[in-house]
């Protein structure tokens, strides 16, 4: 039959054919760019589809208190009346003390780490302490409840306040929940983010580095000083800002160990409430639609806190990593 | 002369171990064999290097040059499974007592590396004072003098005299290696060991390295590695080849290159091999 003759024009058009589908072949290209174009532009979308939910859900809260709700300090769903002073004040402090305790602790495990550790403890080290992010928040907060605080009531919190206590920080009853209790939670709670991080950064310092210091007569920790931990400074402060992401928006074990207390005392021993415990605690009770709103109000709040320091914190990577740029390559 | 060990007696000099020069080498090894765990890179290298002379170490790549530098600042023991046996004498003083300190012996025996290492978060001028120790308190106007001497003797004064307080990193990759060289010998050591310290340098650069070199023996004494048959015979008083972890031939740079006794080095040297 004609039509099975290969004809010189019949493969010419076979060859043509071939081509089409090597067309739909790069068409199946534009599809899975476009499938990937669709879930980048997601995550932008969906940040700025939450904050217009924040917004619109405290409308109603920020038409009756304005900005004057950041600077109230009175909570009193009956009375309708809102502040967010002390939880903004409890949310910042807790994660500073936070950053306090976690930033030498877990600088000196990673340095520990990656320069003075033996060789075979390394890697084992540091897989346990990933391991310890990966604990879920609730139990932090109920071996905080149950060992942790009965610990602190009994040791630490005593000691402080007999050494430090002509430091109002340090004065007045002990209860056991409270800010400082807080803060050593969410220290553990950040500390494996911060030590597998820092040692990410200081591993990726040249070795040629620490010969050059060391071949300069510097002793092991001279030689952290002067070239490692320059070297890598961008990429620890990316590391504490992680830590400090993380310290701002938790929210269940800082809910059960701080006392939920809406106040703002000068006492690291007084109870405290942070942005995200308050919401966590009430919004499920939350009946009053001025509630829900302030509710919705400290979310927005929180979100911006949030978008605020870590917009400071690239702005000092930034400053930092010029001109040296180096270690920010690890972020 | 400071002594390394903290006790200040003079190690007796073994009669034995003297070359025919009246003077006993500022540096020598004695039966150098260098491990990296339980493989050896360098065997039973016995050689001297005289003080302010240019010593160069030639061999195809591979053959221990680096490694037997390192043992002579005690670089080699921070290298994963590093050890050696036999012995380093600075002004005949073991280098390897176990009173003497590493620390302080890298401070008399400076060393610069293959591709240039300033510390990149420091200027120039922290960069040259970066050795000075920090337990000697210096005047301010000392510690300039000190980095301007170095400066001057790298050869890079004049091209950095005005951005001391820039970043080392602005520098050219030739300039950067001669801040190095500035970085080792501010704090005056009495030996400088280069390893390679031209071969990631242009031409330009690779002379003007050459240059310091020959004009640093003055001061110093110089243990060079370079695998650039060339720069040996430019810059060099002694050259000793090494072939698979053995010192091959070791004499006057001249000897060597126009008569070498050994018939490997005359095909190294020929460019028959490496
Ligand atoms: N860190 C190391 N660990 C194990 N073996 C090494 C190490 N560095 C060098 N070696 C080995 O030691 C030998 C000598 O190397 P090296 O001293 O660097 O030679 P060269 O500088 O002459 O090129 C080589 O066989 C090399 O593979
Ligand atoms: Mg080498």
Redesign the pocket.
């Given at each position: 039959m004609a039509s099975t003759v290969t004809t010189p024009a019949g493969r010419a058009r076979g060859t043509l054919r071939a081509s089409l589908a090597e067309q739909r072949g790069s068409r199946g290209d534009l599809v899975f760019r476009a499938v990937l174009t669709i879930a980048a532009a997601a995550v932008p979308a969906l940040l700025a589809v939450l904050l217009m939910e924040l917004v619109r859900g405290s409308e109603l809260a920020i038409s009756r208190f304005g900005l004057r709700f950041i600077t109230d300090s009175i909570w009193d769903p009956v009375a309708e009346r809102f502040g967010a002073w002390p939880l903004l004040a409890g949310t910042l402090l807790s994660s500073l003390l936070a950053l306090c305790i976690a930033v030498p602790l877990s600088l000196g495990v990673a340095i520990y780490l990656t320069e003075f550790a033996p060789r075979a403890v390394r890697q084992p080290v540091a897989f346990v302490i990933q391991l310890l992010a990966a604990i879920p928040s609730v139990v932090y907060g109920l071996w905080g409840i149950f060992v942790l605080i009965p610990l602190l009531r009994t040791t630490l919190f005593p000691l402080l306040r007999g050494a430090l206590g002509f430091l109002p920080l340090f004065q007045g009853p002990i209860y056991g929940p409270s800010m400082l209790t807080a803060g050593i939670i969410l220290a553990i709670m950040v500390m494996p983010y911060i030590i597998s991080v820092s040692r990410e950064v200081l591993l990726a310092v040249p070795g040629s580095q620490r010969e050059a210091a060391l071949g300069l007569g510097a002793t092991r920790w001279e030689a952290v000083r002067t070239a490692i931990l320059p070297y890598a400074r961008s990429g620890l402060i990316g590391a504490v800002i992680l830590g400090l992401g993380r310290a701002l928006g938790e929210t269940m074990a800082v809910t059960m160990v701080i006392g939920n207390r809406n106040d703002v005392s000068a006492s690291l021993f007084a109870p405290g409430y942070t942005m995200a415990a308050a919401i966590a605690n009430e919004f499920s009770e939350a009946v009053k639609d001025i509630h829900l709103s302030a509710l919705a109000y400290v979310a927005l709040l929180l979100f911006v806190v949030t978008v605020l320091v870590n917009a400071g914190a690239r702005l000092l990577i930034w400053r930092v990593a010029r001109g040296a740029g180096a270690g920010s390559g690890a972020l | 002369m400071t002594p390394l060990t903290t006790s200040a007696l003079p190690s007796p000099v073994p009669a034995a171990s003297l070359t025919t020069t009246s003077e006993p080498p500022r540096l020598r090894t004695d039966k150098l064999t260098a491990m990296?765990?339980k493989?050896t890179?360098?065997s039973g290298v016995t050689l001297g290097f005289p003080a302010n002379q240019v010593h160069a170490l030639i061999?195809?790549?591979?053959?221990?040059?680096?490694?037997?530098?390192?043992c002579l600042n005690r670089t080699h023991e921070l290298?994963?499974?590093?050890w050696i046996t036999g012995r380093v004498l600075l002004d005949e003083e073991d280098v390897y007592d176990a009173r003497v300190s590493a620390m302080v012996l890298r401070r008399r025996i400076g060393m610069v590396f293959q591709r240039p290492t300033p510390f990149p978060t420091m200027s120039v001028y922290d960069n040259v004072a970066a050795g000075l120790r920090a337990g000697v308190r210096l005047r301010r106007g000392e510690t300039d003098e000190i980095v301007e001497r170095a400066l001057r003797q790298a050869a890079l004064w004049d091209e950095v005299k005005d951005r001391l307080r820039g970043s080392a990193m602005a520098l050219s990759g030739g300039q950067q290696q001669r801040l190095c060289i500035a970085r080792t010998i501010a704090p005056a050591p009495e030996v400088v060991l280069l390893?390679?310290p031209t071969s990631a340098l242009d031409p330009q650069g690779t002379q003007r390295i050459e240059e310091v070199v020959v004009e640093l023996k003055g001061d110093f004494t110089i243990v060079i590695?370079t695998?650039n048959m060339q720069q040996a015979a430019r810059t060099s008083d002694t050259t000793t080849f090494?072939y698979l972890?053995t010192m091959v031939e070791t004499g006057a740079t001249r000897q060597i290159f126009t008569a070498p006794r050994n018939e490997q080095t005359e095909a190294y040297i020929t460019g028959r091999f490496g």
């Open positions: - | 990296y765990g493989s890179a360098v061999g195809p790549s591979g053959c221990g040059k680096s490694t037997f530098l390192r290298s994963d499974g590093g390893d390679e590695v695998h090494f972890g």
